[in-house]
Nanobody, 124 residues
Framework: VQLQASGGGLVQAGGSLRLSCAASGRTFSSYVMGWFRQAPGKEREFVAGISGRGGSTYHADSVKGRFTISRDNAKSTVYMQMNSLKPEDTAVYYC??????????????????WGQGTQVTVSS
């Protein structure tokens, strides 16, 4: 599967962005999807994940209540709505896909495919 992330940009603290990740290839519902982020000098960290049919989601504590992951399998796209953005949310955001997984996965090595990343910059 190929993943194309978009929607990043520059926003002031307190603002909102919606990231999208469009997939091509096999049946999209066969993939567990995740969003990760990596700030300069830091390791890649899990942000949110969603099961193949969307019935299960998990958000990192750092974004819980502010970010929401969702998916539209008819459009082969996963989204992440990001509200109340903070400067510490600044990072490159990556979408990732795991084929034939059950549930949600929070470690990068669990995923099989990665998108190219989209930059999110939050100014104070």
């Amino acid at each position: 599967v190929q993943l194309q992330a978009s929607g990043g940009g520059l926003v002031q603290a307190g603002g909102s962005l919606r990231l999208s990740c469009a997939a091509s290839g096999r049946t999209f519902s066969s993939y567990v999807m995740g969003w990760f982020r990596q700030a300069p000098g830091k390791e890649r960290e899990f942000v949110a994940g969603i099961s193949g049919r969307g019935g299960s989601t998990y958000h990192a504590d750092s974004v819980k209540g502010r970010f929401t992951i969702s998916r539209d399998n008819a459009k082969s796209t996963v989204y992440m709505q990001m509200n109340s953005l903070k400067p510490e949310d600044t990072a490159v955001y990556y979408c990732a896909a795991k084929y034939n997984g059950v549930g949600v996965f929070r470690t990068p090595r669990a995923y099989d495919y990665w998108g190219q990343g989209t930059q999110v910059t939050v100014s104070s």
